[in-house]
DNA sequence: AGAAAATTGTTGCTTTTGCAACAGAAATAC
DNA sequence: GTATTTCTGTTGCAAAAGCAACAATTTTCT
């Protein structure tokens, strides 16, 4: 979910001009938010990776999105919130950006150039967290594991254009991210691995199909 | 995902003036539209009800979502199209306006008031539309056909401040909507009532507990 | 460098889900 | 208003997925 303009050419600009903006530094494993109180914010990832997760009443772990450099996340997404817990923890060190919701659509006192592209872009930024979630939907609604997994894997090869890449997460995440059972899933990618269909060392693998 | 503002309140205003919009009505059980070409089509469901539906390379078809009157949709969130077949399909009589989704960001040559209230809240209308999607992958994520059926009947539930709902569609089309085989969603289904957890009378759901 | 914690890999067993097939009810079409 | 199609409800059986437990490996912490 890449925004369209390139923040890193306005970072100085509103570092020193723009009076909306909190920037953030998170340690590892730290909590970045939650979305239980509505204060409406809006993130944007600057740096580092994390992971927005759900744990439910049985105890089951959900990474409902994993998120990496200019990623946008943020309570404003989550309207109607459930009773369940939702956190974004940091996987590494992350650079924040922080807005409330609101204050993106007034003009900030210096009327920085960040703030005004950034709501300029708003509906595209917005539009591509769009397309991100559908990808996930596409990817919950296969039947089964292997589907899921063969779905994934597919995603992340053409997201690098190579049939090999490294996964963003543990296989532990991972089965989280997919919402199915560790040791199910270890024994699907066994056999996948057996039939030659993908080649895995590591957290890198490699389709061999086609 | 209702949008809004009242859009009864402009149409006199957009049919006489708006040269941008496209006003179409649909049979029941006709196509809408597709996902497949790259028209960035944005399309306002004005009345009726509309499903878009995938038919994956198994042959399962997965009900991606579901419509009413005031729902969006359209190719334009779908950037990254995948090789499935998706397909808007009339449930019921349909009137739909549609654009194209660039035009909405330049002011229309008689610069009409629907057009500009509609570029004005586009974000939100966008914003809305995530919190559906995030709600549609709490469901999916959910692990088992029980939990399914009772986030969704819970969705209903809080949706009309009630305890008892009409469902929206058939229980074939529950099946595919949930991502699970018909048969056992009905003896789920048999279970949940045999446990006096659900009544159910024709597609009338009512929840029994708390 | 060594201890502790987390992750990977594996397996036997149980439970859940899917599949196939069919009968009856309801809706739709002609 | 009758025939055809779709939808509902059910079941036995097969396949897939979940659970629990544990050893081996890797990573992290101090």
Known sequence: MNISFNIDNFINDFENNCNKVQKKTFAKNEVITTYIEKRNQFCILKSGNADLVRYDLNGNR??????????????????????????????????????????????????????????????????????????????????SIRDKLLGYFNILSSRNLTKSFSLPFSLTDLADYLSIDRSAMMRELKYLKEEGIVKKSGNKITLLYK
């Open 62 to 143: 959900t990474i409902v999105e994993h998120f990496s450099a200019n990623d946008i996340f943020g309570e404003v997404f989550y309207t109607i919130t459930t009773n369940n817990e939702l956190l974004v923890e940091a996987k590494s060190k992350c650079d924040v950006l922080i807005y409330i919701y609101d204050d993106i659509h007034n003009k900030c006192k210096n009327n920085c150039k960040f703030h005004h592209i950034l709501s300029e872009n708003l509906p595209e930024l917005i539009l591509s967290k769009v397309t991100q979630l559908n990808m996930r939907i596409e990817l919950l609604a296969k039947r």
